[in-house]
C-alpha cells in the first residue's frame, strides 16, 4: 500500500445526525432527521484507522453533527480519533447548549486529550461568560467566533448547474470533505442528502461516482485526485450561493432551495472565504 503524508484538507465527520437547535436551512439537514441517529464506534474506529493506513498527517479533524454532545458514546469517539491521529487538531463542534450540563469526566477527557471545543455561536441566548469560566477552570481550549448571522442556501432542486463552475465557485470557500461509513464524499451535500430525500421524498440519489470507499482503495493518490475533482451531485448545488437571515426551521423546502446569487456580492465572499482557507494552509504547514 502505497502512503501520503500529505492530506491536504480538513476532515469532517458526524456522530450524531440530529440536533436539539433546528436551524433554517442547515446545510447537513439536521431539523429533518426523524428520531436519534447516532454514528456506530465500530465502524469509526475501523474508518479512522484505515484513514491512519493511508495518511500520516491530517491537520484538523471536526468531530460534528447534528449536535455531537447529544452522543452518549461521545467520549468513545474521542478516545478513537486521538488515538489514531496523535497530532491532529481535533475540534469539537457544538451550539452549546448543552455544554454546561456535561459530566466533569467530559471537560478532563476533553483537557488530557486536547480537544478544541469549538462554539458554533447562533442568534441564541447562551451563558456566553459562564462557558468561558468553565472551559478557564478545567484547562479546555474552547472557540467562541463571532455570532453566525446567516446561512446559505446551496440546493439546485431543477438539477441543472454547470459542475465544474459549481464545483470551483464551491471550492474557492470550502474544502472540507466528508467521512461517512468508510466513505470520503468531498463535501458535506452528497454525505446527507439522503435526510433531505426522504423527508421531502424526493431522487436527489447519490451514485457510486459521488463518493470513494476508502476500504477499497490503497492509493492515497488516487483518493487525492478524487477529492480534487467534480462529482455529478454538483449539478444540485447553485453556482452563486444567497445568504439568508439565520432563523429557526419550519421545515419547508424553500428553506434550501435557492437561485444564484449576485456575481458581484459572490466574488467578494470567496475572497473572504479563501483568504481564511489560505491561512488554515499556512498555519498547517507550520505545524507539519
Request: net charge positive.
Amino acid at each position: 500500500m502505497k502512503k501520503s503524508s500529505y492530506f491536504p484538507y480538513i476532515l469532517e465527520t458526524h456522530l450524531v445526525d440530529h440536533c436539539n437547535l433546528k436551524c433554517k436551512g442547515c446545510s447537513h439537514f439536521a431539523p429533518l432527521v426523524e428520531g436519534e441517529v447516532f454514528a456506530d464506534i465500530g465502524i469509526f474506529s475501523r474508518d479512522m484507522a484505515r484513514l491512519r493506513q493511508l495518511f500520516d498527517d491530517i491537520y484538523e479533524i471536526r468531530l460534528m453533527g447534528g449536535e455531537p454532545l447529544l452522543h452518549p458514546e461521545l467520549l468513545s469517539f474521542i478516545d478513537v480519533v486521538r488515538q489514531s491521529f496523535p497530532r491532529a487538531r481535533v475540534s469539537l463542534f457544538t451550539n452549546g447548549i448543552g455544554l454546561l450540563n456535561m459530566p466533569d469526566i467530559f471537560w478532563k477527557t476533553c483537557a488530557d486529550k486536547q480537544i478544541l471545543v469549538k462554539l458554533t455561536h447562533y442568534p441564541i441566548e447562551l451563558p456566553i461568560n459562564e462557558i468561558k469560566r468553565k472551559s478557564k477552570e478545567k484547562q479546555v481550549q474552547i472557540k467562541i467566533p463571532n455570532r453566525i448571522k446567516k446561512f446559505f442556501k446551496h440546493l439546485n432542486i431543477s438539477g441543472d448547474s454547470d459542475p465544474r463552475s459549481s464545483f470551483r465557485n464551491c471550492r474557492l470557500m470550502f474544502k472540507t470533505p466528508q467521512l461517512r461509513d468508510g466513505k470520503l464524499y468531498p463535501c458535506f451535500f452528497p454525505a446527507y442528502i439522503h435526510i433531505f430525500n426522504s423527508y421531502f421524498n424526493l431522487p436527489i440519489y447519490v451514485s457510486d461516482k459521488d463518493f470513494i470507499n476508502i476500504l477499497e482503495n490503497d492509493d492515497p493518490s488516487v483518493i487525492l485526485q478524487f477529492l480534487g475533482q467534480q462529482i455529478p451531485m454538483c449539478r444540485w448545488c447553485l453556482e452563486r450561493r444567497n445568504f439568508v437571515k439565520w432563523d429557526l426551521s419550519r421545515r419547508d423546502i424553500h428553506e434550501w432551495i435557492g437561485n444564484n446569487a449576485g456575481t458581484v456580492p459572490h466574488f467578494f465572499r470567496k475572497l473572504k472565504y479563501h483568504a481564511i482557507h489560505l491561512y488554515s494552509e499556512s498555519k498547517r504547514k507550520l505545524n507539519r
